[in-house]
């Protein structure tokens, strides 16, 4: 028998665990062409913000061992734009679109929340309150539990549709913040943004990014995720969605594991467009062999 | 389009230089001068991301035992700079990689009859040699490739025999007239009495230095950039660059990946 992939995440229904991560696909369209999105169970487009967003100057990328520091800098078309040639697209697939969202000040968040609350063809809200790269909205709310449950509160009076928060590891205690934001109204949380990091050429005794520093994703910082998952999940009663360095099926089953009732591919989407749906694919197979009825069953299955 | 390739050669054409021919998909065909590809350069996660390659040439394959079907493939041109280009470097006929592409805009093809100037430095001259081919049949073809040495000078002879006219400099001298290859336009630019339209790939300096002759000489130009990429489909947004209105007051940046890599050269900014 199929084994059942479907979760129900704070009030989402989803076909399976899997979703793309903020940043890494776009606003779904990007990537069409290379991944059936009705094989996945909701993709989350680019962080968007009232007004458009620049980003940072160039060079905004560079690889590293194992992962990549990216200082995009949240470029982004904002909502009027988002709206108008963005919107259409998530109405046309049969997957639900989660935004992610950021504001320079609780009532900007809350603006946004609202505006969003209004569309019908956004499923759920994702809050970054864990952008590394800019300088306000990013840092103080992501590692102050006040700031970030003002925030979150600001939110959850804003919108009625499923609202997850994201949360930054550049923290000295995940859990902190975790509870502060469950506390304040959110449905669900996603973890882990990506970790501040740097890369210098020493040949021009520079940094490499224009930013300096920027934000480390891929499969280098899968241990720190999953770890936090992990705390989060024995601390807060409200479902987890693990991210960071997944790029297989293995990969995703560890991170429901650790307690993690969805997760998300980002970086590895970069590198094979499908990575989401193919591990999507390779978790129920993978479920069918050992025997496992419901993926559900394993969520913090984990025995230690 | 996603698709496994197999390498039928890779062979060293000048130090540093080697060119890679690879099995395509026959959608492939339909690739056009100036797009590029993204190519996994090995299994594990380090190198982590693809690698963008211009497309070189586009031919057919015919294996040599019978009953074989032909083919479609492609050529890459590549310099090896670091992990993942060493790498290539090291691959066999036989071997497999994985290839997305062909991705990005790609040159336009311009006015038939009018002179075509196409301006290379360095491994810029792989996207012109696909173009050179497509031009040469509507138009009368000239190419100016530099170099810091002669070893950066590649394939010249393949563009003669298109009937190209090629101009050499070498910063050194070793090669050709002594300097920049942008010297010996200006001089066949000021012989010309009718339009000409240019087409350049190289290092940014050598592509500022084309957009502001060209603009001087009120003449259509065309690049094609670099940036650096991660996901080559628009989706990552770290291959930007700035577009002509770009100050640090009002930002404006352009994807080189899905507007480009080839753009009109006045609409990029040229200031930094
Ligand atoms: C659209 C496009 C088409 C290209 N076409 C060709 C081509 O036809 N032939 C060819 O030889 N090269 C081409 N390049 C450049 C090529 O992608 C890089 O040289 C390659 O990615 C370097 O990989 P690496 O692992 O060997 O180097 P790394 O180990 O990643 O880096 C070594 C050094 O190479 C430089 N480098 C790395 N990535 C890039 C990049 N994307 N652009 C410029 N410099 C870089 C950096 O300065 C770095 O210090 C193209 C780039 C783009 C964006
Ligand atoms: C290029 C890039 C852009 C990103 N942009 C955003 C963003 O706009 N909002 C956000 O919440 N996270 C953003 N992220 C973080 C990812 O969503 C994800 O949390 C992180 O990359 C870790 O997952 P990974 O290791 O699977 O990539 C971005 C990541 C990358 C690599
Ligand atoms: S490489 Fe990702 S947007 Fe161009």
Known sequence: MKPDMTVNLAGLELRNPVMTASGTFGYGREFADYVDLEKIGAFVTKGLSLKPRPGNPTPRIVETPGGMLNAIGLQNVGIEAFIAEKVPFLARVNTPAIVNFFGSTPEEYAELAGRLDEIPQVAGLEVNISCPNVKQGGIVFGTDPACAGQVVAACRRATKKPLIVKLSPNVTDVVVMAQACADAGADALSLINTLTGMAIDLKSRKPVLANITGGLSGPAIKPVALRMVWQVSRAVQVPLIGIGGITSATDALEFILAGASAVQVGTASFITPSASQEIAQGMERWLEEHGVARVSDLVGALEC | ?272
């Open chain 2, 1 to 272: 389009m996603q698709f496994t390739s197999m390498v039928l050669s890779n062979a060293e054409v000048s130090p540093g230089y080697h060119r890679m021919r690879l099995t395509a998909p026959p959608e492939f065909a339909a690739a056009r001068a100036g797009q590029f590809v993204m190519v996994r350069v090995g299994g594990g996660i380090d190198p982590l991301l693809r690698r963008p390659f211009g497309i070189f040439d586009l031919s057919t394959h015919t294996p040599l035992h019978d009953g074989a079907v032909s083919q479609p493939c492609f050529e890459m041109l590549y310099r090896v700079v670091g992990k993942g280009t060493a790498l290539l470097s090291t691959l066999h006929a036989t071997d497999r990689l994985d290839v997305l592409g062909p991705l990005g805009t790609g040159f336009d093809l311009g006015t038939p009859g009018a002179e075509k100037l196409l301006v290379g430095g360095g491994v810029g001259l792989a996207p012109l040699y696909l173009l050179a081919r497509h031009l040469v049949q509507q138009s009368p073809v000239r190419l100016f490739a530099g170099g810091r040495t002669r070893d950066d000078i590649l394939c010249i002879t393949e563009f003669e025999r298109l009937g190209v006219e090629c101009y050499v400099a070498t910063e050194d001298g070793s090669l050709g007239e002594c300097g920049l290859v942008t010297e010996a336009l200006v001089s066949r630019l000021e012989q010309l009495e009718g339009g000409a339209e240019l087409f350049a790939c190289g290092p940014h300096p050598m592509l500022k230095a084309v957009a502001a002759i060209a603009a001087y000489h009120a003449i259509p130009c065309q690049v094609s950039l670099e940036g650096y990429m991660a996901c080559g489909v628009g989706a990552c947004l770290g291959c930007v660059t700035p577009g002509h209105g770009h100050t640090a007051e009002t930002p404006d940046y352009r994807c080189v990946c899905k507007e480009g890599p080839v753009f009109p050269a006045h609409e990029l900014g040229w200031e930094e």
